[in-house]
């Protein structure tokens, strides 16, 4: 069964900070997912990787296939981009993905 | 449409009532999900169709919880003799490839939320 962690469960910081949310799952995966989840919102999907790096605006995506791991990065946090930010895994031969259970991130003016 | 269509964004419902939600995914996107968010946990997966079939249903908590596509388009999750516990946001998403192995960029729906009284 595909375990997947995330840290920190809460992240609080000042708007410019660098942030990084954690993510480590302990199977084989085909795909990791980085969704984000506005408070009484829907889901919007920022990344999926494989392997390597991705980079949208000012969101950085990183997974490390040998240590099962992912992180996702904002540079100049922003207010507007306080949300719950979710990893999901899918694993190799699977079709359902095995999600984290969040990281409730607030940027402060 | 334009996205994932879900309705009804909100079902109050007694104890014992069945329930259906419906998924209109994006169309062309032969790949679809349902999963659910109970309150303060994280999102669970419930079952996963490509065209009308559903090859994965491991996710199902129960036999009171099934699920049809028809058309290889809508989709509806029924919900028989609910109980408390059922009460969640039940999340629909899509894609246009064929389960995680190869997905695509997953789309979300809105949700559908559900309170069991």
């Known amino acids: 069964k595909n375990e997947v962690e995330q840290s920190p469960q809460n992240l609080t910081a000042q708007e410019g900070e660098f942030i990084t949310i954690n993510c480590s799952y302990s199977v084989g995966i085909s795909a990791l997912h980085w969704l984000q989840q506005h408070p009484g919102g829907g889901i919007v999907s920022l990344f999926m990787?494989?392997?390597g790096k991705k980079k949208h605006g000012r969101l950085i995506a990183t997974i490390n296939i040998q240590e099962k791991h992912s992180s996702l990065h904002i540079t100049a946090s922003h207010p507007r981009d306080s949300a719950v930010y979710i990893c999901?895994?899918?694993?190799?031969?699977?079709?359902?993905?095995?999600f984290g259970k969040g990281t409730h991130l607030i940027i402060q003016p | 449409g334009a996205g994932v269509s879900q309705s009804p964004s909100n079902k109050v419902t007694e104890k014992g009532k069945d329930v259906e939600l419906r998924c209109d995914p994006i169309s062309g996107h032969t790949a679809l999900y349902w999963y659910r968010q109970s309150l303060g946990q994280g999102l669970e997966f419930l079952i996963y169709?490509?065209?009308?079939?559903?090859?994965?249903k491991s996710g199902l908590p129960s036999d009171r919880f099934s699920a049809e596509r028809t058309g290889g388009s809508v989709s509806t999750l029924t919900i028989q003799r609910t109980q408390q516990e059922d009460s969640a946001v039940y999340l629909c998403a899509s894609s246009t490839h064929p389960g995680t192995s190869n997905t695509g960029e997953l789309f979300f729906g809105e949700g559908s939320r559900l309170t069991v009284l």
């Open positions: 169709f490509q065209g009308n079939s559903a090859p994965d």
């Open positions: 990787l494989s392997s």
């Open positions: 999901a895994a899918g694993a190799i031969g699977a079709d359902g993905l095995t």
